[in-house]
Structure formats: C-alpha cells, structure tokens
C-alpha cells in the first residue's frame, strides 16, 4: 500500500506503517509522483521476492532436517537426496521439500 498525503505527519506516518502501508508520497508533481511510484512498486518486487526466498529457505531447511532424523544422515546428504529427486522428477527442489514436510506431518509421532 502507498499512501499520498499532502504533508507527512510523523505521528500519522507511524501509525501507517502499523497498518501495512510500505511508502508515503508527498510530492505533487505529477512526473515526479509517477517516479517516486515506480521506485516504491521496484522495491516492494524486491521486498517480496526476498521473502518468498525467505520462505524456500525455510521450506528446504526444514525437508533437510526431516530426512537428517529419519535416515541418520548429514545435512549435505539429506540435501542430495532433496536435489536428487527433485532432478529424477523433474520437480523444483522446494515442492519436493515441501512435500517432504507435509508428508512428515500425516505420519505418527514415533516412541522414543
């Protein structure tokens, strides 16, 4: 969300960036509103390409971490095997992870 307002408030600012607002515009020009819209629009692509990342990150750590308990293996072995199968399927490395896990959440929870 952007906000244009007229002049910035610091308390109305603050309470904005509360809500979900990611910028706020103050210039009237109107080639220079444009502008400044393009920068924000740029920056929140990257913003929420990072945190996608952020996400397969996770997603992968976790698949990792479910096959380093389940086959006694290495952090770097439980990636191969990740890597390996998703190659083998012809399926992107995070929807294997993401299969892992979520196959990992159907089954019992073991005895120790």
């Given amino acids: 969300m952007i906000v244009l307002i007229h002049a910035a408030h610091p308390e109305f600012v603050r309470e904005a960036s509360k809500r979900g607002v990611f910028a706020y515009i103050t210039d009237g020009d109107a080639a220079a509103l444009q502008n400044n819209i393009d920068i924000v629009l740029r920056r929140f692509a990257e913003f929420h390409d990072l945190e996608g990342a952020f996400g397969r990150r996770a997603t992968i750590e976790r ?7 389940r086959h006694s293996v290495a952090e770097d072995a439980a990636f191969e095997l990740l890597r390996a199968h998703a190659r083998s399927s012809n399926r992107k490395l995070v929807d294997v992870a993401t299969a892992v896990a979520d196959g990992h959440a159907l089954l019992p929870k073991q005895a120790p």
């Fill in 63 to 69: 698949a990792k971490g479910i096959l380093m308990e």
